[in-house]
């Protein structure tokens, strides 16, 4: 029934039915330095990668896996 923005034909020159474009409506709050500093720059330095299992980790899970396995071995 209606055309592009599903507006009824019969109100295309109603008022109520005019939109700003993105810009005006995106821009409209905003003041007049918008521009933000950036929080994450690209490149540079870093830090190097840390493996997150540390030696506490692994041997708790070697633990367990150890008291399965004399579990199945000890018990059939």
């Given at each position: 029934?209606?055309?592009?923005?599903?507006?009824?034909?019969?109100?295309?020159?109603?008022?109520?039915?005019?939109?700003?474009?993105?810009?005006?409506?995106?821009?409209?709050?905003?003041?007049?330095?918008?521009?933000?500093?950036?929080?994450?720059?690209?490149g540079g330095a870093r830090e190097?990668?840390?493996?997150?299992?540390?030696?506490?980790?692994?041997?708790?899970?070697?633990?367990?896996?150890?008291?399965?396995?004399?579990?199945?071995?000890?018990?059939?």
């Amino acid at each position: 029934m209606g055309g592009q923005d599903n507006i009824d034909p019969r109100a295309q020159n109603d008022p109520r039915n005019r939109y700003p474009t993105d810009e005006q409506f995106y821009g409209s709050d905003r003041t007049g330095r918008s521009a933000l500093p950036e929080d994450r720059p690209r490149g540079g330095a870093r830090e190097p990668y840390k493996h997150p299992w540390t030696w506490s980790t692994v041997a708790i899970v070697v633990f367990v896996v150890l008291i399965v396995a004399l579990g199945i071995a000890l018990f059939p």
